[in-house]
């Protein structure tokens, strides 16, 4: 299994973004995007069930960011609406095989395969 995860660049603040992350092979349970900002623990920022399409999102980016699946294309996304430098961070995409506890849940180790990160800058 692999996750590529795209996307990032620099924008300004106020701007859009939309990240993505594709599933090479078969499809899992449940998706979720991550972020480390520099110098900071990386952080949950939101997770997906594929079957269904539930989400949850952390409530730092709750009315901002939006994550949905696109089925035909084994893919993710990450919509990133109003962003602020505080968004500055590496996002990555992680991908559980199995539904595990609360969809809004951070903790990182349901999560058994992990994209390569995307680095997004968001200048003030």
């Known amino acids: 299994v692999q996750l590529q995860a795209s996307g990032g660049g620099l924008v300004q603040a106020g701007d859009s973004l939309r990240l993505s992350c594709s599933a090479s092979?078969?499809?899992?349970?449940?998706y979720a995007w991550f972020r480390q900002a520099p110098g900071k623990e990386r952080e949950f920022v939101g997770s997906i069930r594929w079957i269904g399409g539930s989400t949850a999102n952390a409530a730092s980016v709750k009315g901002r960011f939006t994550i949905f699946r696109d089925n035909a294309k084994n893919t993710v996304y990450l919509q990133m609406n109003s962003l602020t430098p505080e968004d500055t961070a590496v996002y990555y995409c992680?991908?559980?095989?199995?539904?595990?506890?609360?969809?809004?849940?951070?903790?990182?180790?349901?999560?058994?395969?992990w994209g390569q990160g995307t680095l997004v800058t968001v200048s003030s």
């Open positions: 992680a991908e559980a095989v199995r539904d595990t506890g609360v969809l809004g849940t951070a903790r990182e180790s349901i999560y058994d395969y």
């Open positions: 092979g078969c499809t899992f349970s449940r």
